[in-house]
């Protein structure tokens, strides 16, 4: 006797019941980048995919916040279709990797029963994003995914200051780290625009950089996106500031 799988369909609110002798249909998981925090940063496709979703899967602090719950929510996502997870924030990335298995092998499980699963990122998802992380699990998993694309944090940083990232044949680097503050200012010597993201793991080498040349256009932001967004092109404020998590940093000749 064939046995049944019960689904329940958010849309008519009706419950679909079919045999496991049934080929269900599977729909990728797509991972959604959600923008920089502003829901008016989410693109339109972006939007699509989450109103489409039957589950959704979002990172929470240990205190249950979550900025993405109330980006989507600011967009008309429904409370039901998302699935919040407490994210460890450390350097030691141990238990994180944890909470991405649990999530990996959750949506594993939820695509196999033929729902619509989406993984949230901030930004965009092909940037310093732990959502490569999963994906890889997934692949491991022998599920299939998607990508959408998303605004990242520097392209909305640009914007709001009217910064022109790149012009004519001028290059474009994105530094995670600083090694070091002559490193730094040669490769804006040669004539790249440089993104320094994740500034508050370089604050005394950026601070440096900034001493020996403030005669240079240096762009800082803070939780660009978010209501407390700050953004100064002051080089006193800019040494003055600690540079929290949220802060980036964009500097041209």
């Known amino acids: 006797m064939a046995q049944s799988l019960f689904l329940f369909s958010r849309r008519n609110n009706m419950l679909d019941i079919k045999t496991d002798t049934e080929e269900k249909i599977l729909t990728p998981v797509c991972v959604v980048p959600l923008g920089p925090g502003n829901p008016e940063d989410l693109t339109l496709g972006c939007w699509h ?37 407490p994210l460890p924030m450390s350097k030691d990335r141990t238990a994180a ?13 939820n695509y196999r029963l033929g729902l619509r699963v989406v993984i949230t990122a901030e930004g965009d ?3 310093y994003s732990s959502s490569g992380y999963i994906f890889s699990r997934l692949d ?22 009217k910064v022109i990232l790149t012009e004519g044949d001028e290059s474009l680097l994105i ?18 625009t440089v993104v320094l993201m994740k500034c508050s793991q370089s604050v005394e080498t950026i601070k440096s950089a900034i001493r020996k040349r403030p005669d240079l256009n ?4 803070e939780s660009v996106g978010y209501a407390q967004e700050y953004c100064t092109s002051s080089v006193e404020e800019i040494i003055e500031r600690s540079f929290p998590y949220f802060s980036l940093i964009i500097v041209r000749r």
């Open 49 to 85: 995919k989450l109103q489409a979703a039957d589950l959704i899967f979002c990172p929470s602090t240990l205190s249950g916040e979550s900025k993405a719950r109330q980006i989507m929510l600011a967009v008309g996502i429904k409370p039901e279709q998302i699935r919040a997870y």
């Open 175 to 192: 530094l995670p780290i600083v090694k070091s503050a002559e490193s730094l200012l040669n490769q804006i010597d040669q004539g790249a």
């Open 125 to 127: 998802a092909g940037l």
């Open 140 to 161: 491991q998993l022998g599920v299939q995914t998607e990508r959408k694309a998303g605004i990242p944090a520097f392209v909305a940083a640009a914007a709001l200051s």
């Open 97 to 109: 990797l944890r909470a991405y298995d649990k999530v990996t092998e959750e949506a594993a499980e």
């Open 218 to 221: 240096w762009h800082y932001f």
